[in-house]
């Protein structure tokens, strides 16, 4: 099992920064490759970005590619993700997720295993 717990959620004005992390325990965190996911009301959850164990690569949704940043620090068994020039639309819940295993990149919800509970971001115009 492992348990993972999102914070820095907020509302933001539109180009403003806000950098989320996600705090995991439980087995070991260079297993799984992360995740950062997002939902809006009415809406399905939808892929934001992806970091494998090392942190050799990465992938972004291309709505956020160029202003979102996924990172991760094994050390601490947290993985971030830095938004800037925030937009009203990137308004969700932002949930991080974990797969494995952790050499892969994965895009769908599907193929995560575990899931934290979600922080809210808001961005006015």
């Known amino acids: 099992q492992v348990q993972l717990v999102e914070s820095g959620g907020g509302l933001v004005q539109a180009g403003d920064s806000l950098r989320l992390s996600c705090a995991a325990s439980?087995?070991?965190?260079?297993?799984?490759?992360m995740g950062w996911f997002r939902q809006a009301p009415g809406k399905e959850r939808e892929f934001v970005a992806t970091?494998?164990?090392?942190?050799?690569?990465?992938s972004y949704a291309d709505s956020v590619k160029g202003r979102f940043t996924i990172s991760r620090d094994n050390a601490k068994s947290t993985v971030y993700l830095q938004m800037n020039s925030l937009k009203p639309e990137d308004t969700a819940v932002y949930y991080c997720?974990?797969?494995?295993?952790?050499?892969?990149?994965?895009?769908?919800?599907?193929?995560?295993?575990?899931w934290g509970q979600g922080t809210q971001v808001t961005v006015s115009s």
């Open positions: 997720a974990a797969a494995y295993p952790g050499w892969g990149l994965f895009t769908s919800p599907k193929q995560y295993n575990y």
């Open positions: 439980g087995r070991t965190f260079t297993r799984y490759t």
């Open positions: 970091i494998n164990w090392n942190s050799g690569t990465t």
